[in-house]
């Protein structure tokens, strides 16, 4: 159902408010760049900060720029899960497309916790559900096995896999079958994952570099991995660029160094300063074949 180069976006801040102007611009120059779709609303779009109505509003100004040019799949997951209801209640509400639902954070549950936490979600709503495992952030993995079993209900479309393991991406992808959406959640893992099947990519660097990347995943779903590799090393330098600092602080960053945003954040987030932002500018600098000219921004 979810193919392509789907975009994690940054939420833009201008005194302490969301930039809906500059939203705007981003939605439309990720949607010109040839992106696929977009993600509002997750841990790049600082989601932990934004408060419920600063939540609507956002998924609201992305649904309406993207006017059905591209899907939209809000990030509404919660480690509380009324409150993931609530959310994605919200998003259904205002036209998105799809729900990305991470595990829930600081909890821990137990695997079947896990389930009944997700299936609840889903027979909340009609939306398709995209469950987001990444236990670097969360401190929970969940299996195959409860991915495979939660696979098995409709809305339940697929999982953005951010655990840096290629077992767990294969024993998901063997699992789960052709039909349900193995997405990459992390960049450097987009090209293994597509190779073992894996539909597409929910990405951070495609923030500042949407062409190139929705060039390579459209190289590598189309089986060309010839020209899919040679674009992922050119990238890759940049893809190791948005690790230097933690989410979303390099990235917000590079966007506001080639003029898309402010590099506004909020507390506990710090914008990047003193030798990792020179590296940050290196890498910008020396990857700039890649990145939009100051026409495309």
Known sequence: M???????????????????????????FQIQQGVDGLVPCGTTGESPTLSEEEDRLVVETVVRVANGRVPVVAGTGSNSTDMAIRYTKMAEEVGADGSLQVSPYYNKPTQEGLFRHF????????????????????????????????????????????????????????????????????????????????????????????????????????????????????????FKAMTIETNPIPVKTAASLLGLCSDEMRLPMMPMEGENLEKLRLAIEQQSHLLPTPEEV
């Open 119 to 238: 299936a609840t979600i889903a027979e909340s709503t009609s939306l398709p559900i995209i469950l987001y495992n990444i236990p670097g952030r969360t401190s929970v993995n969940i299996s195959p096995e409860t991915i495979a079993r939660l696979a098995d209900i409709p809305n339940i479309v697929g999982v953005k896999e951010a655990t840096l393991s290629m077992n767990m991406a294969a024993e998901t992808k063997q699992l789960c079958g052709e039909e349900f959406d193995v997405l990459s959640g992390d960049d450097s893992m987009t090209l293994p994952i597509i190779s073992l099947g894996g539909s597409g990519v929910i990405a951070v660097a495609s923030n500042i570099a949407p062409g190139a990347y929705s060039r390579m995943v459209r190289s590598l779903l189309d089986g060309d991995f010839r020209r899919g590799r040679e674009l992922y090393y050119e990238l890759l330098p940049l």
């Open 2 to 28: 979810f193919s392509g180069t789907f975009t994690a976006l940054i939420t833009p801040f201008r005194n302490g408010e969301v930039d809906v102007e500059a939203l705007e611009g981003l939605v439309e």
